[in-house]
């Protein structure tokens, strides 16, 4: 069965520093993965994908990811954080055999501090 | 370019009473879905939709819980009879088809059963 595991609930950072944010998944064939952002009273807004190719993706606002299939994981990850970037992110996989839904994990919540 | 349009925002509701949710995707967008978000997870999806067809409905709650896209277009989902169970936050999102393709969402509908 397809999941998605984000293991921290909440990631706090300093300005400046560099974040990460942590996902690994479970599916049966090759994954799709996608991270997004959630900031409050509003929809979740896409940041990047991985599909195929390259293991660095790199998205919206500075954000990349890495693909790690050994691992299984698709790690969130900026050089240089902003007390801006403070949100919730989700990482959401699907999996590419069964063209079937996206899951969700229960996502992290990140605060940057000034 | 305007984004998912979802009304109303906010609803509140006795228990046992029925409700509506309206979506409106982005232009050119054929897959729409309907997701569901509780409190601290990540949303789940509930229905997707290619054009008028809902391909994947496994897991909407059939004896309550009841969509439609007539025209291809714009959705509407209802809750008949609302438990209180049923308080979360509604999430409509499109996308310009599956698998590879980012979904876009809208602000969401929270919905409160009392």
């Known amino acids: 069965a397809q999941s998605v595991a984000q293991p921290e609930d909440q990631v706090n950072v300093a300005e400046g520093n560099p974040l990460t944010v942590k996902c690994t998944y479970s599916?049966?064939?090759?994954?799709?993965l996608f991270w997004y952002v959630q900031y409050p009273n509003r929809g979740l807004q896409f940041l990047l994908k991985?599909?195929?190719?390259?293991?660095l993706v790199k998205g919206s606002y500075g954000f990349e990811a890495e693909f790690n299939k050994s691992q299984t994981s698709f790690h969130l990850k900026k050089p240089s954080a902003l007390v801006s970037d403070s949100a919730l992110y989700f990482c959401?996989?699907?999996?590419?055999?069964?063209?079937?839904?996206?899951?969700f994990g229960r996502g992290t919540q990140l605060t940057v501090w000034p | 370019e305007a984004g998912v349009v979802q009304s109303p925002r906010y609803k509140i509701i006795e228990k046992k009473q029925p409700v509506a949710f309206w979506c409106n995707p982005i232009s050119g967008h054929n897959t729409l879905y309907w997701y569901r978000q509780n409190l601290g997870q990540g949303p789940e999806l509930l229905i997707r939709y290619e054009n008028e067809e809902a391909v994947d409905d496994s897991q909407l709650p059939k004896d309550r819980f009841s969509a439609e896209r007539l025209k291809g277009v714009d959705s509407t989902l209802k809750i008949q009879p609302a438990e209180l169970g049923d308080s979360a936050v509604y999430l409509c999102?499109?996308?310009?088809?599956?698998?590879?393709?980012?979904?876009?969402f809208g602000p969401g509908t929270r919905l409160t059963v009392t």
């Open positions: 599916v049966s064939g090759n994954p799709y």
């Open positions: 999102a499109s996308s310009l088809g599956s698998a590879t393709y980012e979904q876009y």
């Open positions: 991985y599909i195929t190719g390259d293991n």
């Open positions: 959401a996989v699907r999996d590419v055999s069964t063209l079937g839904r996206l899951y």
